[in-house]
């Protein structure tokens, strides 16, 4: 089973983990890291390894991550460059996350590429038609 990791500032993490518990309830080999206005990118590294270790099974790491291009990002990144079962996504949605939940079992690379062809249809702008707007008003 593919290991999950999410990353970003503040207490992203943890915020996209306990909305997905809501969602879909709890799910094994899931871990959050959290890059604190106190930390240094030395510190995250380390915690970003010791989640790799915990959630490693051998079926490779998913990492998600807030920001392309933040630290949280860029550190992951270089994780994966050192080992090529990792996989990292910037710009997470939940329901990029939600997308692989219940597909953890086949292959890493069909799982990263499902993951960010979610994230790009999970973005809509609702927008009012004019007439719709009109006839609302009116209250027909």
Do not use: W
Request: proline share 1%; glycine share 10%; aromatic share 4%.
């Amino acid at each position: 089973m593919v290991g999950i990791i999410i990353t970003g500032h503040g207490k992203f993490a943890e915020g996209i983990v306990s909305a997905l518990e809501v969602i879909v309830g709890s799910q094994p080999q899931i871990s959050t890291v959290n890059f604190l206005e106190t930390d240094g990118t030395d510190e995250l590294k380390a915690k970003l390894e010791e989640s790799v270790k915990k959630v490693q099974t051998g079926d490779g790491v998913m990492i998600f991550s807030d920001l392309v291009g933040g630290s949280p990002f860029k550190t992951s990144a270089m994780l994966s460059v050192e080992d090529s079962s990792i996989k990292v996504m910037g710009g997470t949605s939940i329901q990029s996350i939600m997308e692989i939940l219940f597909m953890r079992d086949e292959n890493i690379d069909d799982i990263s590429k499902r993951a960010l062809l979610a994230a790009q249809k999970s973005a809509q702008l609702f927008e009012v038609n004019k007439k719709q707007k009109e006839i609302s008003e009116e209250g027909i």
